[in-house]
């Protein structure tokens, strides 16, 4: 994947190289999700992979890819999407809530994870 500078200047893409692929960090959106309705019971492991892949992976493939970038810059925030779903009573649509509630774990764990390679 790569992301191309539109008019502003950013890190190179993170190796420790240069690198003539410049990318534009200042507001990548990734908003993608799936919460179509399903039963407990009807959920198969190739339907989980797949709600998993439309509802989760992005978002952290997203945040690997621009986190050299932020860290050479010294700066950014990724700020990532869940739902309220996993917070209320939701029915019909367990894988669903699943991930959007791995969301906020992930994004925790990626704040903690970027912070403490900082302090190294």
């Known amino acids: 994947m790569s992301l191309r500078s539109h008019g502003h200047r950013s890190a ?3 190796d420790g190289q240069d690198s003539e692929i410049r990318f534009e960090c200042r507001y990548p959106r990734e908003q993608c999700g799936n ?43 990724i700020i990532n999407l869940s739902s309220i779903a996993w917070m209320i009573p939701s029915v019909q649509m367990p ?16 704040a903690h994870e970027a912070e403490a390679k900082e302090c190294e």
Request: glycine share 10%; proline share 2%.
């Open 95 to 110: 894988v669903y809530v699943t991930a959007k509630a791995a969301i906020v774990g992930m994004t925790r764990t990626l």
């Open 12 to 14: 190179a893409a993170g």
């Open 35 to 77: 919460d179509a309705r399903h039963s407990i019971e009807g959920v198969t492991s190739e339907y989980w992979d797949r709600c998993m892949q439309v509802n989760l992976k992005h978002q952290f493939f997203m945040a690997q890819a621009v986190l050299p970038g932020m860290r050479k810059a010294g700066r950014g925030s």
